[in-house]
């Protein structure tokens, strides 16, 4: 082989024995050992890796822990593929199982890009969106009874009031009148909350939140509830439209996902001691967390939710817009930023940032006061997060 050849000639692989943990498969294409594989493995008579738009070993398996978190005690056969983001994840479930003159039926306190998502974007391609309070079973049986509607798309507790919907009930209604049901996890993890325990057939995550952990990958998931649904509904969708993950962001994930049970552990008792202080406080009007006697979905929680009630929590300041401004820019320990589930304390103050382009009646009918502050509570030590925030409302 001339020397110019060799520097370009891919050497046979020189592993011996297996790496212990997973490798980041840093490939675009697998190579096939003779043309009959290939054919074999492209009628799916074989299986083997292609092109990694479509599969990768290192998102393949990452996928594959997740759809065991998701499924795990429940005795069911979950599939989960990953893509670049949660925002993917959505946008791939929808292109999948929406067509044009279908319409969705959902809450109105979505993660904010969802219901851009569905009202702006897929509302060009003819579908509608139709939102109801999740909560009321009556109408969400009355909305359901427009047979046009081919999935209930739910989020619980939802953003960033931390309301909880009754997913059995749900997806029993959404089943009954012969749509799908979806649910956005990301706020839980599955550590915290199992979705399929309570009948749903899909479930996202924003893996870029607590399955991660640690802030560094974009992310997201979707798990079906079997392979048929995935097959019928997904898995096109995705090779099609390119939402696959990199082999790389998926590596992050596997590996933050390792601490995930310390680290929910932590999250769920921070947050509950912390939503207990700042009940106390004078300068708290409300505290918004399903931990709380005081929450109004808490029976809800505790029947969906398990070993906690997860690390998000919001609260309102008495003294309204200028009280909660004040509070943020005296904010020194917790970070401001507008991410979630990461191990260190996150401070957002929506009514500025992640809602300041909603109308102020639209924020204050979905509970979103001018003096709420939503906070993503650590895994830090609670003292110095607590006192962070005494100091910062004096
Ligand atoms: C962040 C988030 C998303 C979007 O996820 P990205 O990874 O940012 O695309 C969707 N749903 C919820 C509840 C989220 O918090």
Same mark, same amino acid.
């Given at each position: 082989?001339?020397?110019?050849?060799?520097? $370009? &000639?891919? !050497?046979?692989?020189?592993?011996?024995? =297996?790496?212990?943990?997973?490798?980041?498969?840093?490939?675009?294409?697998? =190579? +096939?050992?003779?043309?009959?594989q290939g054919i074999d493995i492209f009628r799916n008579i074989e299986s083997g890796h292609v092109y990694s738009r479509y599969a990768n070993p290192t998102v393949d398996t990452t996928a594959a822990k997740i759809a065991g978190l998701e499924t795990h005690g !429940?005795?069911?056969?979950?599939?989960? $593929? /990953?893509?670049?983001? @949660? %925002?993917?994840?959505?946008?791939?479930?929808?292109? *999948? $199982?929406?067509?044009?003159?279908? &319409? $969705?039926?959902?809450? *109105?306190?979505?993660?904010?890009?969802?219901?851009?998502l569905l009202t702006a974007v897929f509302g060009q391609f003819g579908v509608e969106t139709v939102m109801t309070d999740l909560r009321d079973l009556n109408k969400v049986e009355d909305?359901?009874?427009?047979?046009?509607?081919?999935?209930?798309?739910?989020?619980?507790? =939802?953003?960033?009031?931390?309301?909880?919907?009754?997913?059995?009930?749900?997806a029993d209604t959404a089943h009954r009148h012969g749509a799908l049901c979806a649910i956005?996890?990301?706020?839980?993890?599955?550590?915290?909350?199992?979705? +399929?325990?309570?009948?749903?057939d899909f479930i996202i995550h924003s893996t870029t939140k607590y399955l991660n952990g640690h802030g560094n990958s974009t992310a997201g998931v979707i798990v079906g509830a079997d392979k048929d649904l995935m097959r019928k509904y997904v898995w096109r969708a995705m090779k099609l439209a *390119?939402?696959?993950?990199?082999?790389?962001?998926?590596?992050?994930?596997?590996?933050? %996902?390792?601490?995930?049970?310390?680290? %929910?552990k932590s999250h769920c008792a921070?947050?509950?001691?912390l939503a207990e202080f700042l009940e106390k406080h004078p300068a708290v009007g409300r505290v918004n967390y399903p931990g709380l006697t005081s929450h109004p979905d808490h029976e809800l929680a505790k029947r969906q939710m398990r070993?906690?009630?997860?690390? /998000?929590?919001? +609260?309102?300041? &008495? @003294?309204?817009?200028?009280? @909660?401004?004040?509070? /943020?820019?005296?904010? &020194? +320990?917790?970070?401001?930023?507008?991410?979630? @589930?990461?191990?260190?304390? !996150?401070?957002?103050?929506?009514?500025?940032?992640?809602? !300041?382009?909603?109308p102020k009646e639209v924020r204050e009918q979905n509970g979103i006061t001018d003096g709420m502050i939503r906070v993503s509570v650590g895994i830090e030590d609670i003292s110095d997060?607590?006192?962070?925030?005494?100091?910062? %409302?004096e």
């Open positions: 082989m001339h020397i110019n050849s060799l520097t $370009v &000639k891919e !050497l046979p692989d020189n592993r011996t024995t =297996a790496p212990h943990v997973l490798p980041i498969y840093a490939t675009s294409s697998f =190579a +096939f050992d003779d043309i009959d !429940l005795g069911l056969q979950a599939h989960a $593929v /990953m893509t670049s983001s @949660g %925002m993917s994840a959505i946008s791939t479930l929808l292109l *999948g $199982v929406l067509k044009a003159g279908d &319409k $969705v039926l959902t809450q *109105g306190n979505l993660y904010g890009g969802t219901t851009e909305a359901l009874r427009d047979e046009k509607i081919r999935l209930l798309y739910c989020e619980t507790p =939802a953003n960033p009031t931390l309301a909880c919907v009754d997913i059995r009930a749900l956005d996890n990301t706020f839980s993890s599955p550590l915290i909350q199992q979705p +399929f325990a309570h009948g749903v *390119g939402t696959n993950c990199s082999p790389f962001e998926a590596w992050l994930t596997y590996n933050g %996902m390792k601490t995930l049970a310390l680290r %929910m921070n947050a509950q001691a070993g906690g009630f997860g690390g /998000m929590l919001s +609260f309102e300041l &008495k @003294g309204g817009l200028e009280a @909660g401004i004040r509070c /943020m820019n005296r904010i &020194k +320990f917790c970070t401001l930023a507008p991410t979630l @589930g990461d191990v260190d304390t !996150l401070i957002l103050h929506p009514a500025s940032s992640s809602h !300041l382009n909603v997060i607590a006192s962070d925030l005494e100091q910062a %409302m």
